[in-house]
Each structure stands twice: as C-alpha cells, then as structure tokens.
C-alpha cells in the first residue's frame, strides 16, 4: 500500500493532537482497501509506525512525558550536591532547562580513537593530549590543561555523594563509561547510570543530545544504582580495549552483559575500526567511500551527514571527530581521496575517489599497503607496511603477517 510515510520525531516529543490527524487522514485509504477498517485500525498503523505496538501505549507514553515535564520531583532526588557526568556538553543547557538543579561535568577526551593503552596516570594523559593535539590541530599546552581538569575532575567520582552517568550506547559514551567505572576501587556510596539505545517515536537515535528537555526529565525515574558485577565487567572491558592484541575485546563483544547491557554491541562496532582483512579499511572508511562511489563527488559535510542519518550502524562520531578520521585518506602520499577548494571550512570542501580509492573499494588493493599514517583502536596499532591485526567477514581478529 502506498501512503504518505509518518514521519517520527527527532528530540522524542511527540504531538498527541498531530497522529491523532494522521489517523484520520490515513483512514480513508485503508477503508479504498477495506471497506470494514475503522479509526482504531488507523491509529495501530500510526502507532505502530512511531515504534508502540499500540494506540493506548502511544498515549501513555506521550502522557508520561507531559506528567514528567509538569512534575519533576528533582526536589528530592536532584539535589545541588549531585553531579551529572556525560563525555560532552550537549546536554548541559536542556538538562538546566528541565529542572535539574546539579553541576554538571563532562570528559571530552574521544575515547574510541587514537591510542588507549594501558600507562600510569600521567603517561596516559601525556598520550591523550598529544594525540588530540595533532588530530584536531589544537594548541598542546590548551589540550593538555583541558585533559588534566577534566581527568582531575573525574577522579573525584570515587568519593561523590551523587553521580549520575549520562549514557547512549555507541562506543563514543561506553568507553567513557567503562573507563571511568574502572578507575575506581569500589563502588561509591550512590552513583547512577542512565543508559538508553533508543527513544520512543524517535526512528533514528543517535544521541540523548538530540533529546528535549522534558525527554531528558522523563528519562530521569529510569536510573539505576552502579554495582560491584558493573564495576568488574568495566575493568575487564577497559583492559581488553587497552590491550595490544583485540582477542579479548571480541570475545567480551559477542555477548551481552547484564551488568552493562549496552556494552557488547558498543565494542562489537568498535572493534569493527581494525582493517577489513579484504581491504584494509575500517567501516568508517569504507562506509565513507562506498557513499562517495555511489553518488560521485560530493561534499564533506554530506559525506558525514549520510552515513550518521542512513548508514552508520551504531553512530559514535561528531563531526570534528569524522574528519580528523578521514584525514589519512586524503593527506597521504597514495591517497584515496581528493579534496578540492582547501580555503573553504571542511564541510564545503568537495570530496572525489583517487583510482587507487576504487581498487581498494573494491578488494583490488589494500590499503595499508599504500597508507603512511599509523592508526590506533585501543591499545592496538596498525602501522602501514608492517604486521598487524585485522577482522575478517565473520567480525573475528585474524593476525596479517
């Protein structure tokens, strides 16, 4: 049946009012089928399409929402004494917005790339703050101030008397998550953890920053207490994700964990950044330029834009963060991409396939064979021209000699 599609919402609010129209619109073309349909049918459609499986869930939820929005009850379970914790600021503003009377804090520190290996507290932050001073072209002194207060800042999780982690399920939100777990000795007196893959009328989740702010309020009864079996879990993923070899982090990927039940796919995609064993590529880069040889020459922004709405399986990236990535494909000396108009910002900067980005697309080529740049997933690194790790069709490790 051909029909107008119902289009889900993108910040998680949801008009009552607008699908109970669009049950109305949609009736008579079910009736042109079925003489017998009636409104209730419509609206299952309807709901059914925004993801309830049933009118009165629909309503339910948008009536929480509105009940969540009116009657926060921070008064009680948000006093000024608890810190939020989320690696970024994007939600900063809504949760104020909302009626969240905490501090909130945030680690910026892009955890799913560059290196990530296992060094005493001050070498690690050493490590972190070269590698995004050169990947983001920033001042190191800056970088390396801003690490120090954050990581300083995080230390005092141990001994908060409220925390609450502020989480979605890509790799980007759950290393954070693991990495601060790990770090603390035992479990402190009262830290809570929001975790959520998905959003209810919203098709197409990418992050709670995304969300409005009486979404946010409605997420906050969902929180639940930290506990010894997370913790553990969190060192045992924080180890295998530091670690020089990815057997470990594939073996904790292929299985969810109660524990932490966003973690598993998180680094299942994560792990999915070692080279293809068929072409050297990430899925980032591959994904990047499949789009690129589908649709010809097109922008850098675009580039971004389609694989974070349509073909990123779990999206982990920011923009700055996509771009730093694909830098290596086109800075190189055996480049697989073009990149015309270098005095535009980067996102009007138009991107081209070389004809070695073809051959490695392809399976023709492989691209560390051609690549200059050494790349990181963890603790593991990939250096053009020497042996390294890479995953094969079945998403398992397979040493390339």
Request: aromatic share 8%; glycine share 6%; proline share 7%.
């Amino acid at each position: 049946m051909s029909q107008r599609p119902l289009t889900s919402t993108t910040d998680g609010r949801i008009n009552l009012e607008q699908q109970r129209k669009r049950a109305k619109e949609l009736l008579p073309r079910l009736k042109a089928e079925n003489p017998g349909a009636t409104l209730s049918q419509a609206q299952w459609q309807v709901a059914r399409q925004l993801g309830f499986s049933s009118w009165p869930k629909l309503k339910a939820h948008v009536d929480a929402l509105d009940f969540a929005a009116r009657h926060p009850d921070f008064d009680a379970s948000d006093e000024a004494r608890t810190t939020h914790w989320r690696c970024g600021s994007d939600i900063a503003h809504s949760l104020h917005l909302a009626g969240f009377k905490g501090q909130f804090q945030m680690l910026t520190d892009p955890l799913c790339m560059g290196p990530v290996r296992d060094l005493p507290r001050d070498a690690f932050r050493a490590m972190r703050s070269a590698f995004i001073s050169q990947a983001f072209t920033l001042d190191l002194a800056d970088v390396t101030r801003r690490v120090n207060d954050e990581y300083n800042q995080l230390e005092t999780l141990a001994d908060a008397e409220h925390s609450v982690l502020w989480c979605e399920a890509d790799a980007y939100d759950q290393l954070f998550l693991i990495h601060a777990l790990a770090s603390l000795e035992r479990v402190p007196r009262k830290l809570e953890l929001i975790e959520v893959d998905r959003i209810p009328g919203v098709e197409r989740f990418i992050g709670i920053g995304q969300l409005a702010p009486d979404v946010l309020a409605w997420l906050w009864p969902q929180r639940r207490l930290i506990d010894e079996a997370a913790l553990q879990l969190a060192r045992e993923a924080w180890a295998a994700y530091c670690d020089s070899a990815p057997l470990k982090l594939a073996a904790l990927a292929q299985h969810p964990h109660p524990a932490l039940p966003l973690l598993a796919p998180a680094l299942l995609r994560q792990l999915q950044e070692l080279p293809g064993a068929r072409d050297g590529l990430s899925l980032t880069e591959r994904l990047s330029l499949a789009y690129l040889a589908e649709a010809g020459p097109v922008t850098f922004g675009r580039v971004f834009a389609e694989l974070t709405a349509k073909r990123e399986p779990l999206p982990f990236l920011g923009d700055m963060m996509f771009h730093a990535l694909l830098r290596p494909l086109i800075d190189g000396e055996q480049p697989l991409l073009t990149e015309t108009e270098p005095h535009l910002e980067w996102p009007r900067r138009v991107l081209a396939l070389t004809t070695l980005g073809h051959q490695v697309l392809n399976g023709d080529a492989y691209w560390l064979d051609h690549a200059s740049h050494e790349r990181w997933v963890g603790g593991v690194s990939l250096k053009p021209g020497q042996c390294h790790w890479t995953l094969d069709k079945h998403l398992s490790p397979v040493w390339r000699p």
